[in-house]
T-cell receptor
Framework: ETGVTQTPRHLVMGMTNKKSLKCEQH?????MYWYKQSAKKPLELMFV???????ENNSVPSRFSPECPNSSHLFLHLHTLQPEDSALYLC????????????FGSGTQLSVL | EDQVTQSPEALRLQEGESSSLNCSYT??????LFWYRQDPGKGPEFLFTLYSAGEEKEKERLKATLTKKESFLHITAPKPEDSATYLC????????????FGTGTLLAVQP
């Protein structure tokens, strides 16, 4: 399998649930990212990891908790979300951290009830 | 404040009808400008990177150009399969790969 794979593709959860999004990249890249995409809004960077180390947290609420066990895997742990957190969550990877094009997964469409 | 503005928000073309999409930006120092294509239900797919004013890049029916304040994505004789949302993003000079995205142009090409 090649590219960036995200699971699940769709997720519906209640505000009291705990769930996790998974991302795996098969490109040998060193940097991984979480983006949030809401309707009519620009893609919003959430977290950046470079060589497993978090290098950016874009003022994301603590109900979103990222985890990067190695350069190929990235998780986003979700707990006590709000309805306004409903969005498409995209994972991406790049070879380096500066000036490199991003390779995106297909995203997880999250609905919070 | 750094900003990226794309226009138009939506564009409907007939097959073969050429047009251009615009991306204007205000950043303190441009490291690179990126164009992505996004199909429904998928993540964005990289098209081009432009680094300096005057630079041009082409791929099939698409041609991207860059000035000091804006970029254009020219679509020549589009086909229905070119229908997608086209996203522009800029990266300012700095130590991270943080991209500032526009809201995109939704292109529909009718046969």
């Amino acid at each position: 399998e090649t590219g960036v794979t995200q699971t699940p593709r769709h997720l519906v959860m209640g505000m009291t649930n705990k769930k996790s999004l998974k991302c795996e990249q098969h490109l040998g890249h060193n940097a991984m990212y979480w983006y949030k995409q809401s309707a009519k809004k620009p893609l919003e960077l959430m977290f950046v990891y470079n060589f497993k180390e978090q290098t950016e947290n874009n003022s994301v609420p603590s109900r979103f908790s990222p985890e990067c066990p190695n350069s190929s895997h990235l998780f986003l742990h979700l707990h006590t979300l709000q309805p306004e957190d409903s969005a498409l969550y995209l994972c991406a990877s790049s070879q380096g951290q500066v000036g490199e094009k991003l390779f995106f997964g297909s995203g997880t469409q999250l609905s919070v009830l | 404040e750094d900003q990226v503005t794309q226009s138009p928000e939506a564009l409907r073309l007939q097959e073969g009808e050429s047009s251009s999409l615009n991306c204007s930006y205000t950043v303190s120092g441009l490291r690179g400008l990126f164009w992505y294509r996004q199909d429904p239900g998928k993540g964005p797919e990289f098209l081009f990177t432009l680094y300096s004013a005057g630079e041009e890049k082409e791929k099939e029916r698409l041609k991207a150009t860059l000035t000091k304040k804006e970029s254009f994505l020219h679509i020549t004789a589009p086909k229905p399969e070119d229908s997608a949302t086209y996203l522009c993003a800029v990266q300012e000079g700095g130590a991270t790969n943080k991209l500032i995205f526009g809201t995109g142009t939704l292109l529909a090409v009718q046969p």
